[in-house]
């Protein structure tokens, strides 16, 4: 049983800064891509940034510049920093992880976290 538990989010103004965490834990062997993604109220959900496990990232562009992806490989967990927020960043983020488990060691299978409110007011 895996499970990625998302926390951070919040309430902020405008121009204010939040930082989220997503801790996995359970029967990991291996965790490869981490990822965050976030949904607005009805619109589709969209990737936020990304990193490798060598610690390589990618990001939105609507988010390059403001947001920083990182991960603590030790403890499994991933991190996004949000500076410099905008209301049209209000949106659920979820944390994603490609990983692979002891007695599944070759085929990587995708986990999702609950997700987490982020509200950025004007």
């Known amino acids: 049983q895996v499970q990625l538990v998302e926390s951070g989010g919040g309430l902020v103004q405008a121009g204010g800064s939040l930082r989220l965490s997503c801790a996995a834990s359970g029967s990991i062997f291996r965790i ?11 619109k589709q959900r969209e990737l936020v940034a990304g990193i490798t496990s060598s610690g ?3 990001y939105a562009d609507s988010v390059k510049g403001r947001f920083t992806i990182s991960r ?4 499994n967990t991933l991190y996004l920093q949000m500076n410099s927020l905008k209301p049209e960043d209000t949106a659920v983020y979820s944390c994603n992880a490609v990983l692979t488990t ?3 060691r070759w085929i990587p299978t995708t986990y999702w976290g609950q997700g987490t409110q982020v509200t950025v007011s004007s």
């Open 56 to 58: 390589t990232t990618n």
């Open 102 to 104: 002891p007695t599944n």
């Open 32 to 42: 490869n891509t981490m990822a965050w993604y976030r949904q607005a109220p009805g």
């Open 72 to 75: 603590d490989n030790t403890k």
